[in-house]
């Protein structure tokens, strides 16, 4: 493990230095398998009578899954806060510059209602105690039907990041505001999520 200057997650400055410096244990390289699916469902390019979601991705990272979506003519954004993060998905995402945008998911204002958010190493790159904050964003952009779907890090550690959450407290964060419709194993995790990461889908009350 490299020796870093910056040890709070809250500070954009700790994520810019991971990705300068190429420690990213939790970036996949490409897109996950499940979410694939999910949007191959809603492949609004390959069948003109699907209706193109509009997602966000918070704390997109490299952002791999922004062209994906993009290529499935959704009408999506991927924020980060982190400086060398949106340049890195600058590299990786060419086609939509535009789409790439770097922001506080805490201040951060869509410009249409969000129907996707897009969930994948976010909740568990914070601090538990930032993660009522987290739920009642998710809520606050997520109108009535809207959908939070992707991978969730069960289980609690003593430190992180990856902070992994205990499933009855992501439940009792979640189902006040959400239904929870889907909930399965996941079969391409990374080595640090591995046996523990959730591909989940809820559904906004
Ligand atoms: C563990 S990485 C995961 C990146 C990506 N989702 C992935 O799956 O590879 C967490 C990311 O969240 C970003 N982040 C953390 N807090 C944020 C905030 N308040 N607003 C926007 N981005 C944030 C960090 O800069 C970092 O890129």
Known sequence: MPE???RDPLDPAFWDERFAGNFTPWD???VPDRLRRLVAARDAAA???VTAPVALIPGAGSAYELDLMCEAA???VAIDFS???IERAHKVVKRWPERIVQADFFSWQPERPLDVIYERAFLCALP????PRVAQRWAELLPGGGLLAGF?????TDKGPPFGIDRTMLEQLLAPLFTLEADEAVGDSLPVFEGRERWM???RK
């Open 201 to 203: 889908e809820w559904r």
């Open 128 to 131: 538990p105690d930032q993660w």
């Open 152 to 156: 969730f890090f069960l289980g609690a």
């Open 74 to 76: 959704w009408d999506v």
């Open 83 to 85: 400086a060398a993060a």
């Open 28 to 30: 996949r390289g490409g």
């Open 4 to 6: 870093f200057d910056h």
């Open 47 to 49: 069948d003109p009578a």
